[in-house]
């Protein structure tokens, strides 16, 4: 729903909340899970590593060598991994980490490892990486990381039992890691599209050649044998044991560039291509592709062999990291530019540059910090895969929410609202006797809005993005005491159900677009995080949800609503229930393939 805000203040914010607090909450069934926590609920898939820091795990500048951690994250996260599978797993993938702390000789690192969420042979695998000062008691965290393990039997095909979430940073991992493994899947098309679209200009003519330092002389390559310590019961290299042999070469090639010790800040999402095995000699390429004014990045490829066949060799792996080199006082330094070598060194400088852009883009969206993305951000190419995972994360974030309150109850749709964060968020939910697929094509089809929710007034497909994504210009009417009607440019972005238990999805929240700039005509409207959620309670039986987290702006009307009995949310809702009723024979066949 979206409401005309005008002059819609007539309650404060706090009637609403003691008006709710004397209302008797309802407790949810999935609470009762929530409330384990606080009774010495533990993850059942947890497992935790605590290592002492000692001068052989360090580094040249005494510090524990990112290489060494790396290890300890993917066999934490594969212990965690085997315990929910049964069965021996590897790690398919690693997301972006980004290193927030360095870790010094005496002090502790505790890695804490738990499956977010199952799919069929593969499970993400939520680590969190602290360290702690054993004199002076303090801790700090280093970072936080997920990995994709896949569970491997020798004869079948592995199906996973599913992970059920009970808390709720549970229950929020399992929603989001659905929509992480989406973005993941595609993510080595996303970026060689994006590379490919992105223009960066070649400053390389404008740069003072004396402080720049040729590319070719950081070029590294070194060779590992596979041997028994290096791999796990069934001969497969560990992943970690991989990854720190690509972060040994990468701090040589950045070391060449900067002739000092440099400090590994972030390493780019990658994806183990193949396995490899004891035996395997293992082939590691390291050059700094750009140098920024207080950053590199550094390219690592890695390619397997046996011995009895030099050429053949495999693609395992290839890796994108970001050093810097830190003065006395820990700020970063300026770096020397580099001169990259005419051709391909040429293309790696500039996707080193695009990737820079597209790495900042995706941790400011991804990070789904409601207070820190503005309310409308701007929709490009280079950021719509992110903002389409943002869209959906922060709806599945919100429903996740143990703290709801159930505020009032008209003939069987409650309303429940949540107050966190500077935010007032509702809630309204009622079971329609519809199936929930043909519920979700429906309210899918924005188009169909003004036939129910008369905040609607017109709706116009922009931009059809992709099969579940599309941008709208919706048009509201003059309502309240508003003097021009209201306009939005909503992302809308739908999600069937992952597996049993998942609700079908429907997010939209603000974008802004150049071809739909704010006119004289409409006073602009901006929607933070609302939508659907559909579950399939049984056959032609479905609990629909709707979400909204009000905006600054829709403040006043949602108290309004929130403390009126007679509020518009349940006559619009009640609205919705009857072109749900009235539709459930009705599909259009280009909705039928879901
Ligand atoms: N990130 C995360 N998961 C991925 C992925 C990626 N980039 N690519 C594939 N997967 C997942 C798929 O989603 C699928 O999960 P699901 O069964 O839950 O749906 C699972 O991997 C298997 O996918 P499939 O398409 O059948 O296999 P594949 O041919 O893509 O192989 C690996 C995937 C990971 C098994 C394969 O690439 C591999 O063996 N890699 C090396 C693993 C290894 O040995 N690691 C240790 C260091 S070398
Ligand atoms: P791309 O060349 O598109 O970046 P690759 O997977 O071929 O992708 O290589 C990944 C990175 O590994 C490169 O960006 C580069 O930094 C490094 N690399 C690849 N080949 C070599 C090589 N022969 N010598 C040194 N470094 C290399």
Redesign the pocket.
């Known amino acids: 729903m979206i409401q005309n805000v005008g002059s819609h203040l007539r309650r404060g914010f706090a009637s609403v909340f003691s008006s709710r607090t004397s209302r008797k909450s309802i407790p949810r069934a999935e609470d009762e899970g929530a409330m384990a926590e606080g009774e010495g609920y533990r993850n059942p898939t947890e497992v935790q590593m605590s290592q002492l820091v000692l001068p052989c795990h360090t580094n040249q500048r005494g510090e524990l060598s990112i290489g060494q951690l790396l290890k300890w994250i993917d066999t934490t996260a594969c212990l965690s991994a085997e315990r929910h599978a049964g069965c021996p797993c590897v790690t398919a993938s690693m997301d972006d980490i980004y290193f927030e702390h360095t870790i010094s000789v005496g002090q502790v690192v505790n890695v804490k490892a738990k499956v977010n969420r199952a799919f069929n042979s593969s499970m993400e695998v939520g680590i969190q990486v602290t360290s702690e000062d054993l004199c002076s008691e303090k801790q700090w965290s280093v970072c936080k990381a997920l990995a994709t393990f896949v569970a491997h039997r020798e004869l079948s095909k592995v199906k996973l039992k599913q992970v059920i979430p009970r808390t709720e940073e549970e229950k929020t991992e399992h929603g989001v890691a659905a929509e992480r493994r989406r973005m993941r899947l595609v993510y080595a098309d996303t970026i060689k599209d994006l590379l490919a679209r992105c223009a960066i200009q070649d400053d390389l003519d404008s740069k003072d050649y004396s402080y720049m330092v040729p590319a070719e002389k950081t070029?590294?390559?070194s060779v590992e044998l596979v041997l028994p310590p290096h791999a796990n019961h069934q001969g497969n290299t560990f992943g970690g044991q991989i990854m720190a042999w690509m972060e040994n070469v990468a701090t040589i090639a950045a070391s060449r560039l900067c002739r000092a010790h440099p400090t590994l800040k972030a390493i780019e999402m990658f994806h183990f291509r193949g396995p490899s095995h004891v035996g395997d000699r293992l082939v590691f390429?390291?050059?700094v592709?750009n140098a920024f004014k207080h950053s590199m990045e550094?390219?690592?490829?890695v390619e397997a062999y046996r011995q009895e066949a030099e050429t053949q060799r495999r693609h395992i792996n290839?890796a994108f990291m970001t050093f810097v080199v830190l003065d006395a006082d820990d700020q970063p330094r300026k770096l020397p530019w580099i001169q990259p070598q005419p051709g391909?060194g040429e293309r790696?400088y500039r996707?080193a540059s695009a990737r820079k852009k597209i790495r900042l883009d995706r941790k400011y969206i991804v990070s789904c910090k409601q207070a820190e993305v503005p309310l409308s951000v701007p929709w490009d190419p280079s950021n719509q895969v992110y903002l389409s995972y943002n869209n959906v994360s922060s709806l599945k974030m919100l429903v996740a929410k143990d703290n709801w309150t159930l505020s009032s109850e008209i003939s069987q749709v409650r309303l429940y609202t949540l107050e966190e964060d500077k935010f007032l968020s509702f809630h309204l939910e009622m079971v329609v006797h519809v199936d929930a697929a043909q519920a979700f094509l429906l309210l899918s089809d924005l188009h169909r809005r003004p036939e129910w929710d008369k905040h609607y007034r017109s709706v116009e497909l922009v931009q059809q993005v992709d099969e579940d994504d599309a941008i709208y210009h919706v048009i509201s009417p003059v309502l309240g005491g508003d003097t021009k009607p209201r306009d939005f440019v909503i992302l809308a972005s739908r999600r069937k159900p992952c597996d049993n238990g998942d609700p079908y999805v429907l997010a939209m929240r603000s974008v802004t677009l150049p071809t739909h700039r704010e006119t004289q005509e409409y006073q602009r409207g901006e929607i933070l995080c609302s939508g659907f959620c559909l579950w399939r309670e049984a056959d032609q039986l479905t609990k629909v949800s709707y979400y909204n987290q009000a905006t600054p702006g829709l403040l006043n009307y949602v108290t309004t609503n929130v403390a009126g009995l007679s509020s518009e949310f349940y006559t619009t809702f009640q609205a919705c229930e009857h072109f749900l009723l009235d539709n459930r024979n009705d599909l259009a066949p280009s909705l039928q393939t879901l």
Do not use: L, P, Q, Y
């Open positions: 070029r590294v390559e390429k390291a050059i592709n550094v390219g690592v490829c290839s391909e790696r996707e």
